[in-house]
């Protein structure tokens, strides 16, 4: 599958959609989910044209790829997250039920967050 450069975090990325920001770098942009699943959740996508985390992993550079995830731990810690804790996720592909076909770290905190994934 191609990169689609019309999919929403590109069009958020070049500003063509507006989104609540929370940080920008050189490598990440962060901003809240536009349907929260929990009471903090936050989103963090790189700048580059990743489609997904197995795309990101095998084609993103050194430099892209610690970007990001330091922009991970540093918008869960401008949250306010970092004491009380907070879970990061992504997800790859048609059995995660990925929607956006652009890499995104999804945060989820701000309350008790249960076990980790439902059952099947
Ligand atoms: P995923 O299922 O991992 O692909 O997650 C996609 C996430 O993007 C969902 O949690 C959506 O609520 C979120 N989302 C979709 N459109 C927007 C938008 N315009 N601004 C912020 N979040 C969005």
Same mark, same amino acid.
Do not use: C, W
């Given at each position: 599958?191609?990169?689609? !450069?019309?999919? #929403?975090? @590109? !069009? ?7 989104? %609540? ?16 699943? @929990? %009471? *903090?959740?936050?989103? $963090?996508?790189? %700048? ?16 892209? #790829?610690?970007?990001?995830?330091? @922009? $991970?731990? %540093? $918008?869960? *810690? ?6 009380? &804790? ?6 790859? &592909?048609?059995?995660?039920? =990925?929607? $956006?076909?652009?890499?995104? #770290?999804? #945060?989820? &905190? &701000? =309350? ?9």
């Amino acid at each position: 599958m191609a990169y689609d !450069r019309n999919n #929403i975090f @590109a !069009r958020i990325l070049r500003g063509e959609i507006p989104a %609540k920001r929370i940080y920008e770098d050189s490598y990440a942009l962060a901003f809240h989910d536009i349907n929260p699943q @929990a %009471k *903090t959740h936050a989103l $963090v996508i790189p %700048k580059g044209a990743y489609l997904s985390m197995a795309d990101f992993a095998a084609n993103a550079s050194e430099a892209e #790829i610690a970007g990001l995830f330091r @922009a $991970v731990g %540093k $918008v869960a *810690t401008m949250l306010g997250l970092e004491d009380s &804790g907070y879970r990061i996720l992504a997800n790859h &592909g048609p059995d995660s039920h =990925q929607e $956006v076909p652009h890499l995104h #770290i999804h #945060i989820f &905190g &701000g =309350q008790k967050l249960g076990r980790m994934i439902q059952p099947a």
